[in-house]
């Protein structure tokens, strides 16, 4: 599966923005998806993830009450809704695809496809 994210821009802390992760592929909906977050000299990290089903989602603590994790499988897209975003939510944005998490939503060893990254930038 091939993976574009985009909706990241300039936000004054406090605000929101909306990252949207399109798929291509017709078994979309049989990968479990995630949102990764690299910061400038830092590793890259998991923020959220949701099940192929959607059913079940998972957040970083750092993130949890902020950002929602969402996916329209009828379309194959993922959104990342992020909320009250804060200075530290600086950093470019990935989507990412596994073919099974085995329950290792968090582990950016079990994706298999990554997207280019989208900038989101927090100002104070």
């Known amino acids: 599966v091939q993976l574009q994210a985009s909706g990241g821009g300039l936000v004054q802390a406090g605000g929101s923005l909306r990252l949207s992760c399109a798929a291509s592929?017709?078994?979309?909906?049989?990968?479990?998806m995630g949102w990764f977050r690299q910061a400038p000299g830092k590793e890259r990290e998991v923020v959220a993830a949701?099940?192929?089903?959607?059913?079940?989602?998972y957040y970083a603590n750092s993130v949890k009450g902020r950002f929602t994790i969402s996916r329209n499988n009828a379309k194959n897209t993922v959104a990342l809704q992020m909320n009250s975003l804060k200075a530290e939510d600086t950093a470019v944005y990935y989507c990412?695809?596994?073919?099974?998490?085995?329950?290792?939503?968090?582990?950016?060893?079990?994706?298999?496809?990554w997207g280019q990254g989208t900038q989101v930038t927090v100002s104070s």
């Open positions: 949701i099940s192929w089903s959607g059913g079940s989602t």
């Open positions: 592929g017709r078994s979309f909906s049989t990968y479990d």
């Open positions: 990412a695809a596994a073919r099974s998490w085995d329950s290792r939503w968090y582990d950016i060893d079990e994706y298999d496809s």
